[in-house]
Structure formats: structure tokens, C-alpha cells
């Protein structure tokens, strides 16, 4: 019997049948992310209360006392996979002060078992449990790096502050790769003198070889309605550039403003809704949602700043990985003058000798500043005692 002849316009609702799939699982995904109250569980693992503690006001801002601009709060998602329990423990001692708010993040694949682990060392550490400014996502999201999932889960973590913790300035986005090249007191009165709405990240509309590799293929992410992790795949077709908005990309790495993550959360008009849709089927989707948005946007288009504040040394052309820092990095990256770096391995030398000489933090200890007070007489470590958590003491750099 002769085969029947399958015309293509099967294979194009086929197509269509996955993009719209996709599109609806990853709306999905963002509605239960905004009902965080339910879906990530971070209850299991708070301390009692329905949000962040807010400081004590009987401790004032030191700055204003001193006539100095206010400072502002930060507040850091810290984001990690299996075996970074670790890492990203080691990432809050030496990002924590009492003014900002974390949420740590270990994504699917980590076990619970390791969940737990961070959850349980953010919940028994002194200082942290004093001030209540930390917590752990307790269901964790899927994270597939060349995908929409980890926007999603990005946005998952802004939604949480959002709801948790109401008045902080910048969020920051930092993986277990990351690491601090300054104290949190020079980062917090460096931020006190800019104006609380400029945005940070990496942008250009100049996009390059990006947009035969990026912008024009479909790839369809199963992490939005698998539990386990996979690559992602390519269709067929390819798609012509859009024409009522225009594309920028940059770094993954941004510091954003809460009033434009209100903006991309809540979208009172189309636009943050459009470009999440758009970029559902978009490979490497981290670096080019934020900037496609803060620059297609008439109020917030002029609030941009062309840095990620990291230190990134890239390969050779095409510029696609960063490359891992070590000892021989280290004049460069203090040169730099920028708050971050990415990529590091996991305990290299060369974050003890930033713990020594840039952070002044022992192991295992905190970064200490203004807030935090040395214990030396019981020699239980830094910090157990502390003072004002408003008072920044910067260093001379930051001066």
C-alpha cells in the first residue's frame, strides 16, 4: 500500500501546538511563582512571622545623623544546583549585613536533603536569626540555563521580596559562581549617593551573530513541564525579527530597580507580558528579557546603566563563556573597581586571599563592617555581637 503524503501544514500546527504549549505552561508557572505563598513553601523554612523582620527604628539611619544620603537596602537572590550547599553558604557570610534581604535558591536539581541542609544553617546562625532577613525557596524551580526557567525563577524570587520584604532599593542576581570583591558597607555607601532609579545591567541593540543564533530559531524548554532537567530543542522553522519592539541582549547578571521589577511583575501594560511570551522560545532567554524591557519602555528607558558591576574575563571570540578566575586574576579584578566577579571555582585560592585582603572576613565568618562587632573574648568568631545595623564604616576605596 502507498505511504500517505503528510503536507507541511501538519507539521506547522505541530509547531504551533509547542509554541503555545509553551507559552501556557510558562504563563503557569509565572502565576504560581506570584502565589508564592503556596507554591514555594518558604514558610517551611521562615521564622514565624508572614514577611522579613524589619529593623529596629529605635536604631536609626546612622547617615542621617551624620548628614549623609540614606542608605539603601539591597536585596540579593542567591542561586545554586546539587552540591552547592556550600558555596552558597559561603556566598551569604560574606554578602550578609543586616540592612539588605536574601532569598537562596537551590533549583531542582539539588536534593531536598541539601535544601534542607541550607535551610536549617540560615535558620540556626545567630546574627541571621536575629534580624530575620534571609530564607530559603523550600520547592524548588527547574532551572534549564539555555531556557525561559530560569526567568521564571528569577521572577519567582522577585515576587517573594515583593510580597516579603517591602522596602528595599536594588535586587541583585548572583549565582554560587559569584563573589564579592568589596564589604558590604563600601557597596551600601557607594549606593547612597546614586539615584535610586538607575538600573544596571549589560545592554546593547547591536546584537550581532546573536541573531541567527539567538533571535531567529525556536527552541522549545521541556523544563517547563518536566520535573527533571533536560537540554533544550530546536524547530524547524525559524522566525523573522519582531517589528513593534526591539531587541537588546547583554549579561545575565543585573541590578535592578524595585520599581521596574514591579513594572515586570505586575505590567500595567502589555509589554513586560508580550516579551515574556516572546521569550519563552528564545535561546538564552536571562540575557536579553530584562533589557528588551527596560529599553522598549518611555519610563524607564533613560534609568539605564551599560554595566553588570561584575568583572568578567571572557574566552577568546565569540565571547560565549566566561573564564574561570584564579590568583593570576586578582590586580585585575581590584583595578576593576566593580562590586562582583563571576566565575569562580568552588573554594580556589584565590577567594581566600579576596576574604583576606578585600572583605578582611575570617573563615566561616561574616563580613564585618559598621553593624557587626568582634568577639574576641569567648573566640567564637566575628559578628556574634553587634551594633547599629545602620552604621556603614566604608573603607578607604569606597570613600
Known amino acids: 500500500m502507498k505511504r500517505a503524503h503528510i503536507p507541511n501544514y501538519l507539521d506547522r500546527k505541530w509547531l504551533i501546538l509547542l509554541l503555545t504549549t509553551s507559552v501556557l505552561f510558562l504563563l503557569l508557572f509565572l502565576t504560581v511563582a506570584l502565589d508564592h505563598s503556596k507554591y514555594s513553601s518558604t514558610a517551611d523554612f521562615d521564622y514565624g512571622r508572614s514577611q522579613f523582620a524589619a529593623l529596629d527604628p529605635d536604631f536609626g539611619d546612622g547617615n542621617d545623623r551624620l548628614g549623609l544620603p540614606k542608605l539603601p537596602r539591597l536585596a ?28 537562596l ?46 526567568i521564571a525563577s528569577t521572577l519567582h524570587a522577585v515576587a517573594i521580596l515583593l510580597k516579603r520584604a517591602k522596602d528595599w532599593d536594588w535586587f541583585v542576581n548572583l549565582s554560587s559562581s559569584d563573589y564579592p570583591l568589596m564589604p558590604q558597607d563600601d557597596i551600601l555607601h557607594i549606593f547612597s549617593y546614586l539615584p535610586r532609579d538607575l538600573n544596571f545591567l549589560e545592554h546593547t541593540s547591536n546584537i550581532g551573530w546573536k541573531e541567527n543564533q539567538r533571535a531567529r530559531p525556536i527552541i522549545i524548554d521541556p523544563g517547563l513541564y518536566h520535573s527533571k532537567k533536560s537540554g533544550v530543542f530546536w524547530a524547524k522553522e525559524r522566525r523573522s525579527m519582531p517589528a513593534s519592539f526591539k531587541l537588546f541582549m547583554g549579561s545575565s547578571s543585573v541590578v535592578l530597580t524595585k520599581p521596574f521589577l514591579e513594572f515586570c ?33 518611555k519610563d524607564y528607558q533613560n534609568t539605564t546603566v551599560n554595566h553588570d558591576l561584575h568583572y568578567i574575563k571572557w574566552d577568546n571570540p565569540p565571547k560565549l563563556h566566561p573564564i574561570t578566575l584564579t590568583l593570576e586574576h586578582f590586580d585585575d579584578m581590584v583595578q576593576s573597581g566593580a562590586p562582583f566577579a563571576r566565575m569562580f571555582a568552588t573554594d580556589d585560592p584565590v577567594l581566600d586571599k579576596i576574604d583576606k585582603e578585600l572583605l578582611r572576613r575570617s573563615s566561616e565568618q561574616f563580613t564585618p563592617g559598621g553593624w557587626c562587632l568582634h568577639n574576641s573574648v569567648v573566640h567564637r568568631g566575628t559578628c556574634l555581637v553587634h551594633g547599629n545595623p545602620n552604621v556603614v564604616k566604608p573603607t578607604v576605596k569606597a570613600v
Not at 113 to 130: D, H, I, P
Not at 277 to 294: A, D, K, L, R
Open 265 to 297: 511583575i505586575w505590567g500595567w501594560d502589555n509589554l513586560p507580558r508580550t516579551l515574556l511570551m516572546y521569550y519563552t522560545n528564545f535561546q538564552s532567554s536571562i540575557e536579553g528579557y530584562f533589557h528588551t524591557v527596560v529599553c522598549n519602555h
Open 105 to 150: 535558591h537551590l533549583d531542582l536539581e539539588a536534593s531536598d536533603a541539601e535544601r534542607l541542609e541550607l535551610a536549617k544553617y540560615v535558620k540556626s546562625e545567630g546574627v541571621v536569626r536575629r534580624f530575620r532577613n534571609a530564607m530559603v525557596v523550600g520547592k524548588a524551580n527547574l532551572v534549564t540555563y539555555k531556557g525561559p526557567t530560569m
Open 76 to 103: 540579593y537572590l542567591l542561586s545554586g544546583t546539587k552540591g552547592d550547599v556550600q558555596r552558597l553558604r559561603r556566598l551569604l557570610q560574606a554578602l550578609y549585613h543586616p540592612r539588605n534581604y536574601y532569598v
